[in-house]
């Protein structure tokens, strides 16, 4: 199976920018749709961004629309989440995902079914 470690999570002040970094080891990367969450404590899992195998095709939440960009290099087996304009809302641990059994990108936490251990992100004002 596919694994995943996140990577580039820190500290930063508010209005700064982070790029965090997915590595997957494991076959076939190039052909799983993949996604990054995230969770703050006492919040439940959210939605960041999601990009499909080819790259062609992007989704983002809508607190992450034109701040965050999400992109893959299938040569080095490697998907990233450039984070700018970060806020304090921003913090939480960040989570890569893939979908290996299906095509096709998505929103839904419960579609992907291997997961990084995840990387913190903290804002500060």
């Known amino acids: 199976q596919v694994q995943l470690v996140e990577s580039g999570g820190g500290l930063v002040q508010a209005g700064g920018s982070l790029r965090l970094s997915c590595a997957a080891s494991?076959?076939?990367?190039?052909?799983?749709?993949m996604g990054w969450f995230r969770q703050a404590p006492g919040k439940d899992h959210e939605f960041v961004a999601t990009?499909?195998?080819?790259?062609?095709?992007?989704y983002y939440a809508d607190s992450a629309k034109g701040r965050f960009t999400i992109s893959r290099d299938n040569a080095k087996n490697t998907v990233y989440l450039q984070m700018n304009t970060l806020k304090p809302e921003d913090t939480a641990v960040y989570y890569c995902?893939?979908?290996?059994?299906?095509?096709?990108?998505?929103?839904?936490?419960?579609?992907?079914?291997?997961w990084g251990q995840g990387t913190q992100v903290t804002v500060s004002s």
């Open positions: 995902a893939a979908r290996t059994k299906e095509y096709g990108i998505s929103r839904s936490g419960h579609e992907y079914d291997t």
């Open positions: 990009i499909s195998w080819s790259g062609d095709i992007t």
């Open positions: 494991g076959r076939i990367f190039s052909s799983h749709a």
